[in-house]
Nanobody, 126 residues
Framework: QVQLVESGGGLVQPGGSLRLLCAAS?????????MGWYRQAPGKQRELVAS???????NYADSVKGRFSISRDNTEDTIHLQMNSLKPEDTAVYYC???????????????????WGQGTLITVSS
């Protein structure tokens, strides 16, 4: 199957910056459709932070517009989330998400999957 591995989380002071990386990998041939970052704070539902299509069109939650920037490298199968001017309310576990097409082989048909990373914790606190 396809795996998404996130990195770049940690503790940062209010007003600081962090950059998250999500890398997709698999032993199978695959293609990536929309990719994005979600977050889940304690006691709250998971919410979309930012997304990017395979063509580079982006979408942001109102709460992060102007502060966060999502980017994508289709040759490396990665996305980044640059987070600036971080606030305590940005504290959450951040998850990478991707729509994946696993390419057909002689022994198996193609498959469409929704894949999640394991999550990375971001804590914004002084």
């Amino acid at each position: 199957q396809v795996q998404l591995v996130e990195s770049g989380g940690g503790l940062v002071q209010p007003g600081g910056s962090l950059r998250l990386l999500c890398a997709a990998s698999s032993r199978s041939l695959f293609g990536l459709n929309d990719m994005g970052w979600y977050r889940q704070a304690p006691g709250k539902q998971r919410e979309l932070v930012a997304s990017v299509t395979s063509g580079g069109r982006t979408n942001y939650a109102d709460s992060v517009k102007g502060r966060f920037s999502i980017s994508r490298d289709n040759t490396e199968d990665t996305i980044h989330l640059q987070m600036n001017s971080l606030k305590p309310e940005d504290t959450a576990v951040y998850y990478c998400n991707a729509g994946v097409v696993v390419i057909a082989t002689p022994s198996a048909p193609s498959k469409n999957l929704e894949v999640w990373g394991q999550g990375t914790l971001i804590t914004v606190s002084s």
